[in-house]
């Protein structure tokens, strides 16, 4: 025998109690999240300014770097004027412009 279906959500109107809403809104901050990873991985402590540089732009910044005025997508020059103490972590840069020698063969 199958079980009962759930009851149906409660709409805000049928219900103001909070224990009784069913939605939940999650934001995740991944920008900064790669970021600290990146400065976990190369043991950065937390509290220095880090920006991920791809090529010559910011893809990722911690919330030190951002409490200096740093943000994606400027260039490294502009960056380094404005946060002198910025450490920049240049990632991997993987894609079809690459020179890595790999026919793509088995």
Not at 1 to 6: D, G, Q, T
Not at 29 to 58: C, H, M, N, S, T
Request: proline share 13%.
């Amino acid at each position: 025998m199958a079980p009962p279906p759930p009851p149906p959500p409660p709409s805000a109107s049928s219900s103001s109690d909070p224990a009784q809403l069913h939605r939940v809104v999650i934001h995740l901050d991944l920008d900064a999240f790669y970021a600290q990873v990146e400065a976990k991985r190369l043991g950065i402590p937390p509290d220095v300014p880090l920006a991920v540089q791809q090529w010559q732009g910011i893809i990722a910044v911690n919330y030190p770097a951002r409490a200096a005025g740093i943000k994606r997508h400027l260039n490294v020059t502009d960056a380094r004027k404005l946060c002198p103490a910025l450490v920049f972590v240049h990632v991997e840069t993987i894609g079809d412009n690459e020179d890595d020698n790999d026919d793509g063969g088995g």
